[in-house]
């Protein structure tokens, strides 16, 4: 008796556990060992098929990632500053002896007499905010709230309309 | 300086660094694409398929298991692809009439094995879908029966069935007598 296809086939996939029992059937069948070699040099025609080159790079979406462009001035704008630039040099220049002729005319006042000024000025500034009152928010009565809640509420709509436009670009 | 290894590349590429996974495509690409072409035989798809497989592959990099290899698995994917795509598609596949538009102009001992080799690749696109995938995890990516039937959650009666059936056909149809 003959092996069967399926035999022959799981012999050469090594997926059998009567390959002891197929070789000894083998070697004495020549009719068998011809249909083995025949699907042999099948398994040999499969495997041989060449690799195809591509035609495109496939990792061109992973590696060519466009780089973010560098923002830049318009040309005009960079000129005009660069001509300020140089206008404001060249005045400095033409000034100089003129402020350094000017300098001692100009009466300094001394440090002891700045430093009693900002004191004056930083007393009358706590005396205005001792008697400062903040005017008393008024109570909507039919919704109950209280100022807190009342300012709560309003904070809390602010924000919300806040995070809605700086969202606003992403949601569209 | 060692080129870095695919781990590396894959543990790079969960970083943000799509420039190391650029490498990994660059790596496998080849073998990617001529698993599609194998199975789908036309060119354009298979070049689709196979970055189509790419992209799928980056978006489930984070969930990839770093202990796998990478070049089986994605070979698996994409072989999965084309299998949803014929199933999806349910029509013939058409000869890719540009693939050899020079082999005319090639020597003649190298004309005989492009010859051979489209007669192989014209064989294996007649077969069924689904006999086309099971030939090319057993004999391109060496899986065996039980990792077939896992991967296609078909039973492994089913394998073999339509293995065995496949190569038959392929018997067939490349020893036919002109």
């Known amino acids: ?172 | 300086m060692n080129a870095p290894s695919d781990r590396d590349l894959i543990l790079q590429a969960r970083r943000g660094e799509a420039e190391a996974f650029g490498e990994l495509v660059t790596r496998y690409q080849t073998s990617v694409f001529n698993v599609c072409y194998r199975i789908l035989h036309e060119r354009g798809e298979a070049e689709d398929l196979a970055q189509e497989a790419f992209i799928r592959a980056y978006d489930r990099i984070h969930i990839f298991d770093i202990e796998r290899e990478f070049g089986p698995w994605i070979r698996r994917v994409a072989a999965n692809l084309c299998l949803n795509h014929l199933e999806s598609q349910k029509v013939t596949t058409e000869i890719d009439d540009e693939r050899d538009a020079d082999s005319a102009q090639l020597p003649e001992a190298v004309q005989e094995v492009s010859e051979r080799s489209e007669q192989i690749r014209s064989a294996l696109a007649s077969l069924p879908a689904n006999y086309r995938i099971i030939v090319e995890l057993r004999h391109y990516q060496e899986m065996s029966y039980d990792e077939i039937a896992n991967e296609l959650n078909i039973p492994l009666s089913d394998v073999k069935s339509h293995l065995f059936r496949a190569r038959k056909l392929l018997a067939e149809k490349l020893h036919a007598p002109d």
């Open chain 1, 1 to 172: 008796m003959h092996l069967t296809d399926n035999q022959l086939n799981e012999y050469l996939d090594e997926a059998t556990n009567e390959r002891a029992q197929i070789e000894s059937h083998l070697s004495s069948c020549d009719e068998c060992a011809a249909r083995l070699s025949t699907l042999q040099s099948l398994f040999v025609e499969i495997e041989s098929l060449p690799e195809q080159a591509l035609t495109r790079n496939l990792a061109a979406p992973f590696t060519l990632r466009p780089s973010l462009p560098v923002p830049q001035l318009p040309t005009f704008l960079t000129l005009t500053v660069i001509l300020q630039a140089a206008i404001a040099l060249i005045v400095l220049i033409i000034a100089a002896p003129f402020v350094i002729q000017l300098i001692p005319a100009i009466e300094m006042p001394s440090l002891p007499n700045i430093f009693s000024q900002l004191q004056s000025q930083w007393t009358s500034w706590l005396d205005i905010l001792s008697t400062f009152q903040v005017p008393s928010i008024p109570e909507i009565p039919i919704l109950e709230m209280s100022s807190l809640a009342f300012v709560l509420a309003g904070v809390s709509v602010l924000w919300i309309l806040g995070n809605g436009l700086l969202l606003r670009n992403q949601m569209k």
